[in-house]
C-alpha cells in the first residue's frame, strides 16, 4: 500500500485537514473511501442531466459535493461546484463539458483509492 500522505499530497488534496476530519484514522478514511465506487450521485447525476431533470440533478451533485469535500478529494470537489452553482441557480445550460470534467475527476479519485489499495 503506497502513503496515504504520499499519494494525497500528489493527487491534490489537503491531509492534514482531511485527516483531522477522519479523528487522524487513516484506516477509518480507506474504509470509507472505499465506499466511492458503489455510490450512485455520478450515475443519478448523468441520468438526470440527460433528462434535463435539474432538481434532480442538483440533489445529486449537491450530494457528490458534500461526499468529495468531506473526503478531501479536493480536484473532485472544486469540478463537482462548478455544476452546482448553474444548477442550483436553476440554469438551462449545457452541462455536458462540466459533467465530463466531473467524470475525469471521479476517474482520478477511483486511481487513488487503486493506488492507496
Same mark, same amino acid.
Given at each position: 500500500m503506497a502513503d496515504l500522505k504520499e499519494v494525497?499530497?500528489?493527487? =491534490?488534496?489537503d491531509y492534514e485537514t482531511t485527516m483531522? /476530519?477522519?479523528m487522524g484514522s487513516e484506516q477509518m478514511y480507506l474504509r470509507i473511501l472505499a465506499m466511492l465506487p458503489r455510490d450512485e450521485n455520478l450515475h443519478k447525476?448523468?441520468?438526470?442531466?440527460?433528462? =434535463?431533470?435539474y432538481p434532480a440533478a442538483f440533489d445529486a451533485a449537491h450530494t457528490l459535493k458534500g461526499m468529495a469535500g468531506n473526503l478531501g478529494l479536493a480536484p473532485l470537489y472544486q469540478a463537482v461546484c462548478?455544476?452546482? +452553482?448553474?444548477? /442550483?441557480?436553476? =440554469?438551462?445550460?449545457?452541462?455536458?463539458?462540466?459533467?465530463?470534467?466531473?467524470?475525469? +475527476?471521479? +476517474?482520478?479519485?477511483?486511481?487513488?483509492l487503486e493506488l492507496l489499495k
Amino acid at each position: 500500500m503506497a502513503d496515504l500522505k504520499e499519494v494525497f499530497q500528489k493527487y =491534490g488534496a489537503d491531509y492534514e485537514t482531511t485527516m483531522a /476530519r477522519f479523528m487522524g484514522s487513516e484506516q477509518m478514511y480507506l474504509r470509507i473511501l472505499a465506499m466511492l465506487p458503489r455510490d450512485e450521485n455520478l450515475h443519478k447525476l448523468d441520468q438526470a442531466l440527460q433528462t =434535463g431533470d435539474y432538481p434532480a440533478a442538483f440533489d445529486a451533485a449537491h450530494t457528490l459535493k458534500g461526499m468529495a469535500g468531506n473526503l478531501g478529494l479536493a480536484p473532485l470537489y472544486q469540478a463537482v461546484c462548478d455544476i452546482v +452553482e448553474p444548477l /442550483r441557480a436553476g =440554469g438551462k445550460l449545457d452541462y455536458s463539458p462540466l459533467f465530463q470534467s466531473i467524470q475525469k +475527476e471521479y +476517474e482520478q479519485a477511483a486511481a487513488l483509492l487503486e493506488l492507496l489499495k
